[in-house]
């Protein structure tokens, strides 16, 4: 029997391996996630460094030489003064400038009078760079003033600091975490929703598909048991879906190595081990998801049919890894027991490097494969029905 | 041998087979025909493994289909209704997916397929992937791949719709010499001149029931008709049932 469960596998493998349609979902899908991973982090790190104090900001500034005072003190906090083009306010609009700083006529004068001088920021806070650029220029324009401040009070010999109530220190606790790498949290969603996607197209095209070309009937009559037969093709959508993962885990390594700057965390995430672990807890997960596709593309009554219901799918596991990107949770126990939770969980912990517990592990793996091998199960005993040769 | 005995089937509250009976014997090419929705398909199904009947036995060569499915397989070569290939493989590798799942390979079964490519004269797509074969082409390569374990016992539903002269006659010379060889040929047709042909003996079959049987002589003696298709016509009923599935 063994020898026929190979042989229906083989042919599957050899069929779908010449099909267009598969191929695409096994080897070029996979690497659609890892891509918008690499534009977001790319986008998101340019945006990071204009807020970052220690990169070198352009600010681009109206009437420069009116204040040579504050261009001066801006320069030695590391902004470089640009000339601002013809009318600001058009400029940041329209993205070419992220703020504007506007220094009147009069600065110069109202300052060595010691008086309040005006000066103008023109930015758009709607726009994320522009909220970064903002913020940190009103930092850096609070410190100025706040030196002048203490410069003026000491001439007329007032105690500066007794004027202020506050000192205000405040500590980021992602100390030492980049905030892109906030990012990794959508590798374990992006995973699993790979998982549910990558034989799918195998799960349908050998099963209502085959129902439809009408090769379903007499392949039954083949000495063969049924559920050989689905055990046949059920492996080779799972080689197709592994294949689907391990495509997709080396374009995230691929374009890890290429996004992360020395430092981060990103460079040395995804090393062997990371990848032998998520293979390993992803395998059960590979088993419940051509189960839950073989049942499905088994009941329905067409290929179109098979594939409305299996397109929305891959969405359902993924939602929890979702949830988890905005607030994440501490890996316990019992959440080992869960289907896809418990490796979105697992996924983010080899991903981010982090000691995974090889009890969660075989907790994880074991529960998984417990339902896995049930709906295996129920999917064996549907293509033991009569019905099958009609679908429904 | 195939021998059926009260058969009977019903889909929901349609009764597609109300106790069906006939042989056909080894050395015979046994005809069963009916109008569209006797029964004809559900009586093969149940017959090639693919259904079980709600009473009666069905049984090749003495196994029984229910409870002997796999050794039932093993001796039956089907062609049936639905007959799809795969468009990705070429009709050698239908054939040979076929031969190797009923545990023929190495030079034995590329022997056996390539015989099966002369005798069906399919030389030009043999090595062709199916997706634009023609319906004629089709056929050939079905009926090669049921035939490539050499089977005891064929059951061919249609063999030559869509087939050209030729390639009908090269079919017929096909079932004279599996029939002269000993073995038993159960094949439905709508064609009466294909019937009145190859058939030795005829069943019909109208309305799940068998309406009719015996050598084609003796049902034109029965009915007083003088061809086939008014002997059909007399015995159904001009009937057309509609509990097929």
Known sequence: MWRRVYIVFAKEVMDNARDRRSLLVALIYPMLGPALLGVMISMVSSVLSAGNSENRMDLHVAGAANGPQLTAYLESRNIAIRP?????????????????LIIPDDFSRRFDEKRTAEIKIIADSSRLP???????????????????????????????????????????????????????FMVPPLIIFNIFMGGVYLAIDTTSGERERGSLEPLLINPVERWGLMLGKFLAALLFTGVAVAVQLAAFKAIFDMMGSPGSSFVNSLDARAVAGIMVSALPLMMLAVGVQFIIATVTRSFKEAQTYLGLLPLVPAMPGLVLVFSPVEAE??????????????FGQFVRGEAVSMLNVAISTSATTLVALVLVAIAAGLYEREKLIFGG | MIQVENLRKSFN??????????TAPDGHVTGLIGPNGAGKTTALRIIYTVMRPDSGTATVDGLNTVHDRRQVQKRIGVLPDSRGLYPRLTAREHVRYYGRLHGLNGAGL??????LIGILGMEEFADRRAGGFSKGQVRKVALA????????????????????????????????EIRDQGRCVLFCSHIMQEVA????????????????RGTPGELLELTGKEDLEEMFLAVTGGASGSGEQ
């Not at chain 1, 058009?90 to 504007?100: C, I, M, P, R």
């Not at chain 2, 509250?13 to 006939?22: E, Q, R, S, Y």
């Open chain 1, 333 to 346: 126990g019992w959440m080992m027991t869960i289907p896809t939770f418990s490796q979105t969980l697992l």
């Open chain 2, 145 to 176: 791949r049921a035939l490539v374990h050499r089977p005891q016992n064929l059951l061919l539903d249609e063999p030559t719709n869509g087939l050209d002269i030729a390639s009908s006659r090269a079919v017929h010379a096909l079932i004279r």
């Open chain 2, 13 to 22: 509250t349609v009764i597609a087979l109300d106790g069906v009976g006939f």
């Open chain 2, 197 to 212: 042909a190859i058939c030795d003996s005829i069943v019909v079959i109208s309305k799940g029931r068998v309406a009719a």
């Open chain 2, 110 to 115: 590329e022997g056996r397929i390539d015989e």
């Open chain 1, 84 to 100: 601002a083009g013809g009318d600001p306010e058009l400029a940041v609009k329209n993205g070419q400038a992220e703020v504007v």
């Open chain 1, 130 to 184: 522009g909220l970064f650029a903002l913020n940190r220029l009103a930092g850096v324009l609070g410190e100025f003033n706040r030196q002048v401040w203490e410069k003026r009070l000491s001439v007329l010999g007032v105690d500066f600091m007794g004027l202020r109530p506050l000192d205000i220190h405040s500590v980021n606790v992602a100390a030492g975490i980049s905030a892109i790498d906030i990012l990794m």
